[in-house]
């Protein structure tokens, strides 16, 4: 008998247990465990209301473009899948009430076709709004917070609430406001008005990201943060000698030292083992511990 027989009752939800979990992030690392894909909101309330009531953990899987998932034990991973109604984006708003699981290239397309000033700053990310909201994700050209009016939230307790975003709840690439187990169900958001330079900039920025990023690999986007502007990990990783290094399935990036490659069906504790090495060796290099970007779990 499955310990997730009280599923069973739950419309609109799709669960896959013991199964490969290598699609759900992007650098595809081969390990097993549960999943739920959940397709409306109600049933998502119920599922979480189902997981409290048998003390089961969870874990919100998005894009999957920041994340390795390793300790796949004891967790229920969840990806929303919510219906999204393509005319919210037949013509410029002054806001948008967007659901989660919308990914940030719909959006940026829909930026490029109305020039909507302000939605530049996520060119090119590859997320989920919830994940993007969640990690406040941004480019040089900005960060994704600035553009958030409100957020709907599902508690680890199974109440949902609005919340209106304040000042100060984003900092870099993290959200200041989001308690253990919250759950970003739908944002509202605005941007600074029309602008048609911003059909220029975004095309800009998608090629310059071409150029510097590995976008067509299997990774989750940049390891470890930088500190400050002088100090870049990547840049660090070259110095050492390190750019281009494979180990067990994985290489750092040839175009940027500082994302790590899936090459050759690696797991997730080759990926741990890979971080920790290149950690130990930065901070013996130039004595400084750069903290992760990329979150595992
Ligand atoms: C090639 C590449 C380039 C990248 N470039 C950039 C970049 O320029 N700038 C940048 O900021 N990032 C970049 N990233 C990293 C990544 O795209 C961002 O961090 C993005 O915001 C992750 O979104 P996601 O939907 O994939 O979230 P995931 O990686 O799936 O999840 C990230 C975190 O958010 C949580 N989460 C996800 N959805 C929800 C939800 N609905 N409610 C609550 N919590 C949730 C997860 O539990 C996890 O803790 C890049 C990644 C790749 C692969």
């Not at 997320?127 to 957020?151: H, R, S």
């Amino acid at each position: 008998v499955s310990k997730f027989q009280y599923l069973d009752d739950i419309k609109d939800i799709v669960f896959h247990q013991n199964t490969n979990l290598e699609k759900y992030t992007t650098t595809k690392l081969s390990c097993e465990g549960d999943i739920v894909i959940v397709k409306s909101i109600i049933a998502l309330q119920k599922l979480i209301i189902e997981l409290h009531n048998h003390s089961q953990k969870y874990h919100l899987v998005g894009w999957g473009a920041n994340q390795i998932l390793h300790n796949t034990h004891s967790t229920l991973f969840i990806k929303l899948d919510f219906n999204f109604d393509r005319n919210i984006l037949a013509k410029a708003r002054d806001e948008y009430v967007l659901p989660a699981s919308t990914s940030l290239n719909v959006l940026t397309s829909h930026a490029q076709k109305y020039g909507l000033r302000g939605w530049e700053v996520f060119t090119g990310i590859p997320a989920t709004l919830g994940g993007a909201i969640f990690m406040n994700a941004g480019t040089a050209l900005g960060e994704i917070g600035q553009l958030i009016k409100e957020v709907m939230v599902l508690n680890s307790e199974g109440n949902l609430f609005t919340y209106q975003i304040q000042k100060n709840d984003f900092s870099y690439r993290r959200n200041n406001f989001l308690k253990p187990g919250d759950i970003i169900l739908q944002a509202t958001m605005i941007h600074f008005g029309i602008d048609p330079q911003v059909k220029i900039e975004i095309a800009n920025y998608l090629a310059y990201r071409k150029e510097t990023q590995p976008l067509t690999t299997k990774n989750c986007g940049c390891i470890f943060k930088n500190v400050g502007n002088e100090h870049k990990a990547g840049q660090y990783i070259d110095v050492l000698g390190l750019k281009g290094v494979s180990l067990s399935g994985l290489r750092l990036s040839k175009l940027h030292a500082n994302f790590i490659e899936n090459i050759n069906g690696a797991k997730p504790e080759d990926f741990c083992e890979l971080v920790d090495i290149i950690q130990y060796e930065l901070e013996a290099f130039c004595g400084i511990k750069f903290e992760l970007e990329a979150k595992i779990y």
